[in-house]
């Protein structure tokens, strides 16, 4: 089985619970609430993502996994981490490839919109979960951290808030909840950062994220 795959890279998480941490980035083709192509962005549920995702080079597993290896350094004693990202990776990511890369070593983290299920077997082999929403409903309800970004047409940090992991209350949930600022050409004066400033500073529930590897010029 092949995987439709925009890119791999090697650089360090920009923004959440893990910024700072060196980690390989594989970004998958393909998402389920934005073609991707500009003459559909005005329909799209999505609209103000920056991402470009078409296309993509056909991967088997074993290829994906060969790549990602030779992307690690070996010269150190960091642990390697793979982060899979899109597009919307749930299109495609299934529990063998999570497997494979779990048995080589790789801690798998996962950023996705939670609008497809994740299965149990597969959350088996993640170690992170992170939930982007962009719709009010998701259909992954669980995992580490939800990052939101804020403001957003449909969607408020409101819709969510009561999602926070309470296992002595039987709910699984998130730990880490995090905010941020919608950046798009439109916010010229950075007024989505001052909101997303006020709303967490009201809210403490919520961090405010940045997304460093945009500040120091970085992918």
């Given at each position: ?196 400033y006020d709303y967490v500073l009201a809210h403490p529930q ?14």
């Amino acid at each position: 089985m092949t995987y439709q795959i925009k890119e791999v890279f090697y650089s360090v998480q920009g923004e959440g619970y893990w910024s700072g941490r060196p980690a390989v980035f594989v970004r998958f083709a393909k998402c389920n609430l934005w073609s991707g192509r500009e003459i559909d962005r005005p329909t799209a549920i999505c609209q103000f993502c920056d991402t470009d995702f078409l296309d993509g080079t056909s991967f088997t597993t074993d290829e994906l996994l060969g790549v990602c290896r030779e992307l690690w350094p070996t010269d150190n004693n960091g642990d390697p981490m793979v982060i899979f990202t899109g597009g919307e990776p749930m299109l495609q990511l299934d529990v063998n490839q999570l497997r494979s890369f779990t048995q080589a070593g790789f801690y798998t983290a996962l950023e996705t919109n939670g609008t497809l299920p994740l299965s149990g077997e597969m959350r088996k082999y993640l170690g992170w979960v992170c939930v982007s929403p962009k719709t009010p409903t998701l259909r992954i309800t669980g995992g580490d951290e939800l990052k939101l970004v804020y403001p957003q047409d449909k969607i408020t940090p409101e819709m969510f808030a009561h999602l926070q992991r309470r296992p002595d209350w039987g709910i699984d949930g998130f730990d880490h909840f995090w905010l941020s600022p919608r950046n798009d050409k439109h916010d010229l004066d950075h007024g989505h950062t001052k909101l997303a400033y006020d709303y967490v500073l009201a809210h403490p529930q919520w961090r405010l994220n940045t997304q460093t590897h945009k500040v120091i010029g970085v992918r």
